[in-house]
């Protein structure tokens, strides 16, 4: 597990915030629960550390043992971690059922592994779905901060299950099988239009991620105001790049599944986008144009 940079702070009861609470505190491998109290305690101004209570909201106790070690407490795991486990399920999935399809195949349905092949759409589909989510790994170890930096154990297993079940299992087993569209005859046409949507898309992402980590220093948590690379247009470019690529991916492995995964997911990026965008009017009040799309123009 990566070890933890900074703890989210919010306050138990929000109708009696704790003034001057901060966001986040940094913490380390051997930040114990009276390091958080006493850190919190500094930047509250309150002289006395012992009057603060650390409260776990995913086991819902106050943590008593004030020498504990906060990278040691059930139920804390960094984003990072979580987001590396998330899109690793498609890269492990997709090779290991396009491999052993075809004996799984043999088996029960009596369909000859040695004459059995994935034709030209197929291979395509696989390289551009396994590729996808390799990015998003290293861009999650070396593009990617994290401000808040812990999220709760319990929500690890259902952030996974919608990258490894509809993108990683089900488009696997629906692409690489003989009865699916992928597996129709090609249509060299719309691989070509797929394909190119599909690097459009993964290339202006990059350069947007890449754009918004220049944006922030290390040991910052706020960003400066964005400009240009597609923020002229939506609030967020990067959700906009992203369906752009996945309609390539769409466009190419003719998978419901992949159509019901990238549904699921613009509906979280979209509700993530209307977040940023009031974050961003907050934050920079006038200076900030505001935007009518979030993330597609003309459509949300």
């Known amino acids: 597990m990566a070890a933890l940079k900074e703890l989210k702070l919010t306050p138990r009861v929000p109708k009696k915030p704790l003034k001057n609470l901060p966001s986040t505190i940094p913490v380390g491998p051997t930040t114990t629960v009276e390091d958080v109290k006493a850190a919190v305690a500094q930047a509250a101004r309150i002289r ?8 776990d909201p995913t086991t819902r106790t106050t943590c008593k043992n004030r020498k504990e070690l906060i990278a040691n407490i059930p139920g ?26 075809p004996y799984a195949l043999e088996k029960v349905a009596g369909v000859s592994r040695q004459g059995y092949s ?22 999650t170890l070396f593009v990617h901060r994290f401000s808040a930096a812990t999220m709760p154990a319990a929500n690890v297993l259902w952030n996974s299950a919608h ?32 394909l190119f949507l599909y690097f459009l898309g993964q290339l202006s992402n990059f350069r947007v991620h890449l754009y918004l980590k220049s944006l922030r220093k290390p040991g910052e948590t706020e960003r400066r105001l964005p400009s240009g690379h597609g923020f002229e247009l939506v609030t967020c470019p990067n959700y906009m ?13 003719k998978s419901i599944f992949i159509v019901i995964y990238m549904c699921i997911g613009t509906y979280y990026m979209y509700t993530w986008g209307v977040g940023k965008e009031k974050a961003y009017r907050e934050q920079f009040g006038d200076r900030y144009k505001k935007k009518r799309y979030i993330m597609l123009p003309g459509f949300l």
Do not use: C
Not at 241 to 253: D, N, R, T
């Open 48 to 55: 006395d550390h012992h009057r603060i209570g650390v409260y």
């Open 241 to 253: 790049w992203e369906v752009v690529a996945w309609l390539g991916a769409i466009i190419v492995s």
């Open 118 to 139: 994935y034709n030209a759409t197929q291979t395509l589909s696989f390289y551009m779905i396994v590729g996808h989510f390799v990015k998003r790994e290293l861009e």
């Open 163 to 194: 990258y490894w079940i509809p993108a990683g299992l089900l488009a696997a087993l629906e692409i690489y099988s003989p009865w699916g569209l992928a597996a129709r005859p090609v249509i060299p046409a719309m691989n070509y239009v797929g």
């Open 76 to 101: 804390i795991v960094p984003w990072r971690t979580v987001f590396v486990l998330e899109y690793l399920g498609p890269i492990v999935i997709h090779p290991i059922v396009l491999y052993a399809l």
